[in-house]
């Protein structure tokens, strides 16, 4: 079975496969243009006389609940990254499989982190085929130089929940990480020892899955609630003494960045939200963990603090800035789809208005809308971005996949998004004439903030027009080009070979992007 | 096409049909029998591209809404009871459908109130072919005497649930009053003008079925949240001045009981918990909105103030009484399927231990378990008991099928399922030799409770044995039956016709009894 053949080129003009690990896949057709005519999944029913009667499923180990799940060669398995760098759990299922000689698993996380290294020797030994999911770090690279059996896949948060929901994906069994359950499999990331927030993103696994497994270090009493996953989706429970490690749990960059540059963007984002006129009351908006990002919002507070405004809701990724503004009133509600820091996770455990939402909710495409598209504006970061304003940020201009794609695709269809990004780093310039990989195609990139300018898409006329007479440097992408490359030099193509090594999946299950081998 | 055809018997000794409607059933094949071997629902993907991009969904009326969804001869219409007698909608919808010159279309509400009755000239003219949900009242009585043109389809709150996620009952169009909702459809029961409680029956509803209207007499700024029914799920928002009548909203019997003979009943079911060692610290139960339930839960309180212990969670019909309850700290949760009453209604929107819960949650018997299994104890009326055990709540002893069905064939799961039961009502003795329709099987039946005395199923050797030293009047069930019978005479039996006007599917999708029509 080849990773990815017959090649064509799509309405990106990028050149993709249309087998992918066997399968037939849809090239990229442009945006909006691709309609579903396919019905959904259609998941095995199971009853109750299959299941105690007296709710008890707590098996003894997760390899016992593994066999019982019936583990074999070829199966899909599915994990959830809220436990971020401090994850014990897909290590363990790896291992566990290696134990029991099993063979060519695709696993099938929301996202891999650095402490997932391990893995490589089980790709490398066959009992993982590939993976499909965000590749960053080791992994990415360990792909970028064609060393994994099977194709990369990468699907937005989005596009991995509607990879599932239309029946792209099957999975065999999911195992989840809970940091509290209870006998049942009720179960949460609020309560328990090692509390890491929504487990949002594994609502859809433990639905669709055919077993579903919830792992915890904290069970509790009959009902855990609130049952973010519910007992009535789960086959076995197993409890453990540790599933993750409590210090890399939390993670992420919950700290507003001191970098004087990376202030001016925000700061810019925040007088370009004001000028174009989305600043406004009842507003709603996301804004994510980065450094840039929590500036972003430190701006925008500052500015709703002083016209005396507030938001009817924030969408987090969420941090204790976000929880500040709820407490002070300068928005309605908190949803959260990952929670950085242990403020933000007391408060969606303690205040009703810091929801926990799912990935149907707020990304998914295949529904009959989403809440990002109804959001006024998005404040994201990207690897790369080009004159036509498409955007990458999977890998770097030398080629290298290496970090994850999380919901950035997604948050392309909000009212305003815009990419905020350094005009170089390591003097290499973020602004090229062509993407390395094309993640978010340039029609929905909306604005490109730098340090050095803003640039907004000759197509949002309205956009242009609002901020005309505002203060803010706008400029032309091509000449904000022309000064980075000035300044940078124009850095040497990437060296890349024909072989593919990953894709890149579009929002609507088509194919946008091949990733190549990194040549040595 | 015959209503019913190819009668066979089922293993409960009940001649049921194996065609209804046209459509083949399978006969009930004894508790535990029945296992499912196809998969589940695949519903029709939509796209956001189908979507408004500002998600503006509303249109200028019901009629608008219901031509859009495409209305058409033969479709399957869906709504829910949550307005109880005081709903509007379901009229409205049918109404319009003579206007539009529909014919045939299914009616599958969660149950039907007295306040549809309207409804008996749609079915008489063929705008509606025939009812699939709970024929009470009018519509029971119209049933019952063969006036339908199809056979009625009585299912439990549970079945209907299963009905839809089987694959089993094709909703093409669901119309979901919500009494507050936001214009991309995110809706709930308990903001607006005329709150009422959850939404939760018509969560799957709004998932499954092809079209989704969302119908509101309050519509707020997005985001409604709690979205019950999440906007991502529906395709039409209609904002009317009215959709039901404030005084009926929140009906349902919300006081104790003075009787003094139902008083009694409830004592005894208070202290047979309390003699078999169920009312202990931690407990979960269940117990609705009827004049002796309350009584029970005045009792149970009382114990277990008395005791100084507290349950776990208790689920409701919620009213004041189990607001209470919490509210003393005597509950760590409410689990809230329907409410009663405006005290309930504030406590589910304010107070974030009160908690609304979905179908599949607690009665779905196609899932990996559920909370109705997992109860230590539910109390129950039903219209007719037998020696055997068995169960009726749809028939009177007349055989008119005048009673909803609501999740009584849900709550035989339970740990202790408890029948309260006056002996006699109307000099009519309530304990036959064989229920008029069966509607749960005597082996899920674990004790009635009358005011004259306590008859514990012979299978539940443990509860006869735990409670065998108690003060309690545990009796034969025959010696009690032949005391009644002194009393009231023994009835004639009713007069009923060999044709079938309605059957009741048992939990699992089988079909467990025939109801036949009514000689006049």
New interface residues.
């Given amino acids: 079975m080849k990773k990815a053949d017959k090649f064509v080129m799509n309405a990106a003009g990028r050149i993709v496969p249309t087998i992918i690990n066997g399968k037939k896949v849809t090239p990229f057709m442009g945006v909006?243009k691709y309609?579903?005519t396919?019905?959904?999944?259609?998941?095995?029913?199971?009853?109750?006389?299959?299941?105690?009667?007296?709710?008890n499923?707590i098996v003894e180990s997760l390899k016992e609940a593994l066999i019982k799940s019936g583990l074999k060669d070829g199966m899909t398995i599915s994990t959830h990254h809220h436990y971020r760098n401090g994850d014990y759990v897909a290590n363990m299922i790896f291992d566990i499989a290696a134990e029991l000689g099993i063979k060519d698993l695709r696993w099938f996380p929301s996202a891999a982190f650095p402490c997932h290294a391990p893995i490589i020797e089980h790709l490398k030994s066959g009992v993982v085929h590939h993976i499909e999911g965000s590749l960053n770090g080791h992994l990415g690279d360990f792909c970028s130089h064609g060393k994994m059996k099977g194709l990369g896949y990468l699907r937005s948060h989005g596009g991995r929940y509607r990879a599932i929901?239309?029946?792209e994906v099957h999975i065999d069994i999911a195992v989840i990480a809970a940091s509290a359950a209870d006998m049942?499999?009720n179960a949460n990331g609020v309560l328990g020892k090692h509390p890491f927030g929504p487990v949002s993103f594994s609502r859809t696994d433990a639905k669709n899955a055919d077993r579903?497994i919830i792992v915890t270090d904290s069970l509790i009493?009959?009902?855990c609630?609130p049952?973010e996953i519910?007992?009535?989706?789960?086959?076995f429970v197993v409890a453990l003494d540790e599933i993750g490690d409590p210090q890399k749990i939390v993670s992420g960059t919950t700290r507003i960045t001191k970098s004087p540059d990376r202030l001016l963007i925000a700061e810019y984002c925040a007088k370009f939200v004001e000028a174009a006129g989305i600043l406004k009351d009842?507003m709603?908006f996301q804004a994510g963990a980065g450094g840039t990002s929590l500036a972003f919002v430190h701006f925008i507070k500052e500015m709703m603090l002083e016209k005396g405004i507030k938001a009817?809701?924030v969408v987090g990724g969420s941090t204790k800035f976000l929880v500040d503004m709820m407490e002070e009133g300068l928005t309605d509600?908190i949803?959260d789809g990952q929670t950085f820091g242990l403020e933000a996770i007391s408060s969606l455990r303690d205040n009703?208005n810091h929801?926990p939402i799912g990935i149907?909710?707020i990304y998914?495409?295949?529904?009959?809308?989403?809440?990002a598209?109804?959001l006024d504006v998005i404040v994201l970061g990207s690897t790369e971005v080009d004159v036509n304003f498409n955007a990458n940020c999977v890998s770097h201009s030398d080629g290298r996949m290496l970090h994850g794609i999380g919901g950035f695709q997604n948050c392309m269809?909000a009212?305003c998004t815009i990419l905020a990004v350094p005009s170089f780093r390591d003097r290499i310039p973020v602004i090229k004439d062509e993407v390395t990989t094309l993640v978010a195609p340039g029609e929905l990139v909306d604005v490109i903030i730098t340090e050095r300018g803003i640039a907004i898409n000759p197509r949002r006329k309205d956009l242009i027009e609002a901020t005309k007479n505002s203060s803010l440097p706008i400029r032309d992408i091509k000449d904000l080009k022309k000064e980075i490359d000035q300044i940078c030099g124009i850095p040497a193509k990437p060296k890349l070979s024909d072989e593919a090594v990953a894709v890149v999946e579009w929002i609507?299950g088509t194919i946008l992007d091949t990733i190549r081998k990194v040549k040595k």
């Fill in positions: 909006n309609r579903p396919h019905k959904g999944i259609a998941t095995r029913i199971p009853t109750c006389i299959d299941y105690p009667k007296d709710g499923k929901a239309d029946g049942t499999g579903t009493d009959f009902p609630y049952w519910m007992g009535n989706d789960v086959d009842g709603n009817r809701s509600y949803f009703p929801i149907f909710e998914d495409f295949h529904a009959k809308g989403n809440i598209r109804m269809l009212k609507d």
